[in-house]
């Protein structure tokens, strides 16, 4: 989605705590047995897609895919792009988590599609319930780590931003209306792999990675702002704090490839013992 200028980092010191508490320093070996894999490498029998213009569980023109042991995002089965931005959802809604993507932005952009998604994709977060979107709903209502690769035009384009389809967040201590806040991460190439990186801790802090490093942080994700069209007026409930959601893969004129999608679950680390 959109983007626009790049903003400090937040909360230095509270996320140390938090990774203090939680024991959940991005640095540690991925082979950490809390990790699970919500992608199994074969195929996406624990995924649901819902793409503009089409009801749920219709993955048009075999928009999401597994080869090679990757989910990927292609379009050589369109036929006119039509705004039909489509997402991959896990089955299930988390909370308090730490989220591991690997992705990759490759392929040919498809020229029909809005020009601001070119070398775009995204992971939403905190999202609705698929099943509850419209059938010409474009976005669902949810926080956005934004992908971005390098537009080889020597301007920086840095990832792993935050975008707000349906949604607003705290940032510096007030609400932000923009639509995106650009990260501080560096620009990559398209190619070339990234280690996307999310800690969210339900309706409080959450912490945006790019390879190991922080690059922006911000609070209380909350139902509100603009840009999402045709929803259902009874799901868009402005103010509404957003403590737990659906994670999705997005799909917007741009291939993609993500070889890898783990999260650690920390709703149990959360949860204060009974006396």
């Known amino acids: 989605m959109l983007q626009t200028k790049s903003v400090k980092l937040i909360f230095p010191n509270l996320l140390l705590l938090v990774l203090a508490i939680t024991g959940c320093s991005p640095l540690k070996s991925q082979n950490n047995p809390e990790w699970k894999d919500l992608f199994n490498g074969k195929d996406i029998k624990d995924w649901n897609v819902k793409i503009n213009h089409h009801e749920i569980g219709d993955n048009y023109a075999n928009?999401?895919?597994?080869?090679?042991?990757?989910?990927?995002?292609?379009?050589?089965?369109?036929?006119?792009?039509?705004?039909?931005?489509?997402?991959?959802?896990?089955?299930?809604?988390?909370?308090?988590?730490?989220?591991?993507?690997?992705?990759?932005i490759t392929g040919e952009w498809k020229t029909d599609a809005p020009s601001y998604t070119i070398s775009n994709s995204g992971i939403m977060f905190h999202s609705q319930d698929p099943k509850t979107m419209l059938k010409d709903q474009d976005w669902p209502i949810s926080i956005e780590y934004q992908l971005l690769a390098?537009?080889?035009?020597?301007?920086?384009?840095?990832?792993?931003?935050?975008?707000?389809?349906?949604t607003d967040v705290i940032y510096e201590g007030k609400i932000d209306s923009r639509h995106c806040i650009d990260s501080k991460s560096k620009t990559y190439k398209k190619e070339e792999w990234v280690r996307a990186e999310l800690i969210v801790l339900g309706d409080s802090l959450i912490t945006h990675l790019v390879n190991g490093d922080t690059v922006l942080q911000y609070s209380k994700p909350q139902i509100g702002g603009g840009v999402v069209n045709n929803f259902d007026p009874a799901v868009k409930l402005d103010g509404k704090l957003l403590k737990e959601g659906f994670?999705?893969?997005?799909?917007?004129?741009?291939?993609?490839?993500?070889?890898?999608?783990?999260?650690?679950?920390l709703e149990k680390r959360n949860k204060k013992p009974q006396r």
């Open 150 to 166: 390098g537009l080889n035009d020597g301007k920086p384009r840095p990832t792993g931003n935050m975008c707000s389809p349906g």
């Open 63 to 104: 928009t999401f895919r597994v080869e090679d042991g990757m989910i990927k995002v292609r379009y050589d089965q369109y036929g006119a792009y039509d705004n039909q931005f489509g997402h991959l959802y896990y089955k299930q809604p988390f909370s308090h988590y730490h989220l591991l993507v690997e992705y990759k």
């Open 247 to 265: 994670i999705a893969l997005q799909s917007e004129g741009q291939p993609v490839d993500f070889r890898k999608v783990r999260i650690i679950n």
